[in-house]
């Protein structure tokens, strides 16, 4: 029976299930949309149903996963979800790997995971340090440096969506998530029925996919909202830029679909924040792999286990 790698990809707003090479090069998968409403429970059965489904025609090497929140690797056990319920000390190591027969399992939360993907095979390569942010329903990070992903203390790191914004206790997260800034527009939009976004959305939810043609259409409002992400963005990462002072800084997630408008205007606004002796600053690149972020690092990571 063929043997292969297993990558997945635990977040809070889909799952996927990911089988590779030994080059770390995606070759199936399933993908799933995460309902908050079924919890961690209803998750792991979708999980489970993928990995039977893998195991029934291919023998499982070994298993990597990139798990949407902070995750002891000591002990094995998801510490929390701030987007999905009843992950709270989740034995998730012991639990996949009861699930393929005692395959090794490599586990690390998803923005170490993405980070170690785009350091590998994406938007990173051939640079030193780089730090990740996925702009996604949360905000995460991770920094690899020479091709190893950073570990600070137990539990986690590079936690760089709970950075405080002020004093008041707004983070990156609440500011500058997807979900935050779909809100934002939503509540504008809302209140501005006359506007290019306005006149765009067509339900509730991914109203940031609307933003740029929005800008593009002469929304001042969608225009304001944007530019205002952008300068918490860069403010944010401003901190990273004083702390760590990486070579690159990849945007990735949701989020960063914007595009090119996006990475400039962080840039643009971090170059602003930054101190004089640090200018021009680390590169902002937009994130290579797009969705495959996650499971191509879950799979570098099963590689190495």
Not at 12 to 36: E, L
Not at 276 to 299: I, N, Y
Request: charged share 20%; with cysteine; net charge negative.
């Amino acid at each position: 029976m063929e043997s292969v790698f297993v990558g997945i990809e635990i977040g809070g707003t889909k799952i996927q299930v990911v089988t590779g090479d030994g080059k770390a090069s995606i070759v199936g998968r399933q993908r799933f949309t995460a309902d908050p409403a079924v919890g961690a429970e209803g998750i792991r059965g979708q999980i489970a149903g993928a990995l039977a489904n893998i195991a029934g025609r291919q023998k499982i090497a070994a298993i990597g996963v990139g798990f949407g929140g902070p995750f002891n690797r000591e002990t094995g056990r998801a510490c929390c979800s701030h987007q999905v319920a009843g992950w709270d000390d989740f034995p998730l190591r012991d639990w996949l790997s009861e699930q393929v027969a005692g395959a090794p399992v490599a586990i690390e939360n998803d923005g170490n995971t993405a980070a170690l993907g785009e350091a590998i095979a994406g938007a990173g390569q051939g640079q030193s340090p780089v730090f990740y942010v996925t702009l996604g329903s949360g905000i995460g990070g991770g920094l690899v440096i020479d091709g190893l992903i950073y570990h600070g203390a137990l539990p986690t790191e590079a936690e760089i969506g709970h950075v405080r914004l002020n004093q008041a206790g707004d983070t990156l997260e609440s500011r500058c998530s997807g979900w935050a800034v779909d809100r934002r527009l939503r509540e504008y939009a809302s209140a501005n029925g006359d506007s290019p976004l306005a006149k765009r959305l067509d339900g509730e939810g991914g109203e940031a996919q609307h933003l740029a043609k929005a800008m593009a259409d002469g929304d001042a409002g969608a225009k304001a909202i944007f530019d205002e992400t952008c300068g918490e963005l860069a403010l944010g990462l401003s901190h990273v830029v004083h702390l760590i002072n990486p070579a690159t800084i990849i945007l990735g997630g949701g989020l960063s679909q914007i595009g090119e408008p996006l990475r400039l205007g962080v840039a643009t606004a971090l170059g602003r924040a930054i101190m004089d002796v640090l200018k021009p600053g680390p590169s902002v690149r937009l994130a290579k792999l797009g969705e495959d972020a996650v499971p191509v690092g879950a799979l570098i990571l099963a590689l190495n286990v």
